[in-house]
């Protein structure tokens, strides 16, 4: 079984700064079904990022995806307030635990 | 309007059974792979469930094989979990989300519902 692993647990930044979210694959996977999603509190996950690096429907382009093999990352350009969330990567039927985006 | 709402959550006695639904609208449910995915209070999503948009194919977590069974209804664009001999650690918020794919080949869920707790307890 493939393990997500997600850096850092959580990350404190302001709005306006740049972040960047990690997922480690344990061996490498395909890029076409890695996402990622943000889930808010009280709420269901979203869609953010699919296929490694494309945006979901309705996404703002502050938010991207990069890599391959077993590393990829999420970035977020320029943090909005609505953006601090929880993040997830997933494959297939495989989660990373979650990096929290706090306010700092 | 395209969603997906679940219901049927609930507290269940340890051993008993339950049986959600979740009611998809807005979109051709006949043609849509769909799972269901669970979170334990205050911890990270854990797949559970897939099943093809025909209902000919499904696959599950090791945590639920052999307890819990995947089916749905096109007719009526539901789709159901049904949880037998549930146990302590099952105690999750249950979301459905429906895949890009028919065949669920993509594991992109592009549309979730609001969930459904269930709470095993005694």
């Known amino acids: 079984e493939i393990v997500l692993t997600q850096s850092p647990g959580t990350l404190s930044l302001s709005p306006g700064e740049r972040a960047t979210l990690s997922c480690r694959a344990s061996q490498s996977v395909s890029s076409s079904s890695l996402a990622w999603y943000q889930q808010k509190p009280g709420q269901a996950p979203r869609l953010l990022i699919y296929g490694a690096s494309s945006r979901a429907t309705g996404i703002p382009d502050r938010f991207s995806g990069s890599g391959s093999g077993t590393d990829f990352t999420l970035t977020i350009s320029r943090l909005e307030p609505e953006d601090f969330a929880v993040y997830y990567c997933q494959h297939y039927g495989n989660f990373g635990l979650g990096t929290k985006l706090e306010i700092k | 309007q395209v969603q997906l709402v679940e219901s049927g959550g609930g507290v269940v006695q340890p051993g008993r059974s339950l049986r959600l639904s979740c009611a998809a609208s807005g979109f051709t449910f006949s043609a849509s792979g769909m799972h269901w995915v669970r979170q334990a209070p205050g911890k990270g999503l854990e797949w559970v469930a897939v099943?093809?948009?025909?209902?000919?194919?499904?696959n599950y977590a090791d945590s639920v094989k052999g307890r819990f069974t995947i089916s749905r209804e096109n007719s009526k664009n539901t789709l159901y979990l049904q949880m037998n001999s549930l146990r302590d650690e099952d105690t999750a918020v249950y979301y459905c989300a429906r895949d890009s794919s028919p065949i669920a080949t993509l594991w992109r869920f592009d549309l979730w519902g609001q969930g459904t707790l269930v709470t095993v307890s005694s």
């Open positions: 099943i093809w948009y025909d209902g000919t194919n499904e």
